[in-house]
């Protein structure tokens, strides 16, 4: 009923930077938290970043100070501005959205299918 479709991953050096875009699409009619999560190898998904149809935000210890999530209500799309990226940042960063699909329906929730950012040193 709804897809999430990240995009902007890759192979960066560290210090650089990459912008993650997640775009939601089907049955929408409104999106609450669109949150960024991320997995390393290994490792248990750990929540990144967390954004409300307000714009406020919220971000892991980690990552303060470096990176920005962001969005655009019109487009169902939230961003991920990822700045001076260190090796540590490599992972799977997937996307996850709250959304209600009629105005009397519940919150259910979506993820995306994950784009790899690798962080070389």
């Known amino acids: 009923q709804v897809q999430l479709v990240e995009s902007g991953g890759g192979l960066v050096q560290a210090g650089g930077s990459l912008r993650l875009s997640c775009v939601a699409s089907g049955s929408i009619f409104s999106i609450y938290e669109m949150d960024w999560y991320r997995q390393a190898p290994g490792k248990q998904r750990e929540l990144v970043a967390t954004?409300?149809?307000?714009?406020?935000?919220n971000y892991v210890d980690s990552v303060k100070g470096r990176f920005t999530a962001f969005r655009d209500n019109a487009k169902n799309t939230v961003y991920l501005q990822m700045n001076r990226l260190k090796p540590e940042d490599t992972a799977v960063y997937y996307c996850?959205?709250?959304?209600?699909?009629?105005?009397?329906?519940?919150?259910?929730?979506?993820w995306g299918q994950g784009t790899q950012v690798t962080v070389s040193s």
């Open positions: 996850r959205a709250d959304v209600v699909h009629s105005v009397n329906d519940r919150t259910r929730f979506y």
């Open positions: 954004t409300t149809r307000g714009g406020a935000t």
